[in-house]
């Protein structure tokens, strides 16, 4: 018999999103008629088509696939270059940060790569992460053993959490201990907070004085409309030598079903073995890429690189317009009913407190039997989250207005 991956075992109950799919199906199948009228706040997926540039962009694709002539088999594994180019052109160069072509790597997703990015990183790291936190930076972590047991509050042994609260904005401050590796993530999921310049110059300070590695996920940057907000963690000098980067196609141009993502590694960025020798990571991920992954799909990046394009530029606007909308009209009905709300300005997440004595769970099972709409509870966001929940403003706005019209008539 096969031994097993013990760490494992340690994972609290399932992750996040799976279980408030099981609440949700044992909802519907005992209330048949309400389950008709459910609307999906939770998961942060999209609902609006892909824009019609990268239809085109993918239809031209699959005809060249259908010739000898212009046929393509396996692709290169770090993407190819003419995405790469894009991506490092257009996100990077184009607002004066010096980023090459090849330390840009393109993936199936920032949620893959944020979990792969461990397979070259020691075990004996310090690990930080923000809490609330996205749950697949602790999960991942659980994984590759890097954690002791969870205690009572589903805190892990091992990892330094830092906390994100009202009183600091829900930005994480820098810690007065020394973590090798810490997770940022901003405009952040699940609060909606944006880090300011200041702020990520800090942090940029921190690592660089300490050794530090930051693994920096910038997947909602585009929804960041504040000029004073940096979109990227390169945007602070020195960063290029203790940061990696992680952006995604997902919420910007719809692709969450279509997959394409990529990881930004500097080739400046190095690290250390227990010896005490530096090495670059840049030939690590490289290798690590090379072995494990075989790339996305060709008619995918096609796609992708018809965001840059100007009608797609114009299409992604009109996106990120619509989502914002969205969210602009659920955090009003939020203060109209008397919630305190973050988020939702900067980023497509609302972060609500719950109503006194209420707990996150407690605020999930109520708005979904009496209003039929699914939040996240923010408990299962890290126990920092407990008393609050998050609002998605991915949806139709039909959807929306109807779920902004159901919290006002609700009984708060």
């Known amino acids: ?29 005992a209330h048949p008629e309400p389950a008709q009228r459910l609307i999906r706040c939770g ?32 692709g290169p594994e770090q993407g190819y270059e003419f995405l790469r180019h894009a991506i490092a052109e257009n996100d990077y160069r184009a607002r004066g940060i010096a980023i090459d072509n090849d330390e840009i790597f393109v993936s199936d997703g920032s949620k893959c790569d944020c979990g792969s990015i461990l397979d070259i990183l020691g075990d004996n790291n310090r690990i930080a992460v923000m809490d609330p936190v996205y749950p697949v930076y602790v999960d991942t972590n659980v994984m590759a053993g890097h954690t002791g047991e969870a205690n009572a509050s589903g805190a892990y042994d091992g990892l330094l959490y830092l906390p994100c609260t009202e009183a600091n904005g829900f930005v994480a401050d820098v810690p007065t201990e020394i973590a090798d590796v810490i997770y940022l993530c901003f405009p952040n999921n699940p609060t909606g907070s944006v880090a300011t310049r200041a702020q990520l110059e800090a942090w940029v300070a921190y690592a660089l004085k300490h050794g530090s590695l930051l693994l920096f996920d910038a997947a909602y940057e585009a929804y960041i409309s504040d000029p004073e907000i940096p979109h990227s963690i390169y945007e602070i000098p020195g960063a290029k030598e203790c940061a990696i980067e992680f952006r995604s196609f997902s919420k910007n141009g719809g692709f969450t079903g279509t997959r394409c993502a990529f990881t930004v590694v500097p080739k400046a960025l190095q690290g250390r073995t227990k010896s005490g020798d530096t090495h670059p990571l840049h030939p690590l991920w490289n290798r690590r890429m090379s072995t494990k992954f075989n790339g996305v799909p060709y008619i995918v990046q096609r796609g992708a690189e018809a965001l840059y394009s100007e009608q797609g530029r114009t299409e992604v606007q009109a996106l990120l317009s619509h989502y914002m909308g969205n969210a602009a009209l659920l955090r009003q009905a939020a203060l109209d009913v008397g919630l305190s709300v973050w988020g939702g300005i900067n980023a497509p997440y609302l972060w609500v407190r719950t109503p006194p004595q209420t707990s996150s769970w407690q605020m999930f099972d109520r708005l979904l039997h009496e209003t039929n709409v699914v939040i996240t509870p923010g408990s299962g966001f890290g126990s920092a989250g407990e008393g609050y929940f998050r609002i998605s403003a991915f949806n139709s706005r039909q959807a929306v207005e109807e779920v902004a019209s159901r919290l006002r008539a609700m009984a708060w």
């Open 1 to 29: 018999m096969a031994y097993l991956n013990q760490n494992y075992l340690k994972l609290r109950a399932g992750y996040l999103f799976p279980e408030i799919a099981r609440r949700v199906k044992t909802f519907c199948d």
């Open 43 to 74: 998961i942060g997926d999209v609902t609006e088509p892909l824009p019609s540039a990268v239809r085109t962009a993918m239809h031209a694709a699959v005809d060249e696939l259908g010739t000898r002539e212009t046929f393509r088999g396996y």
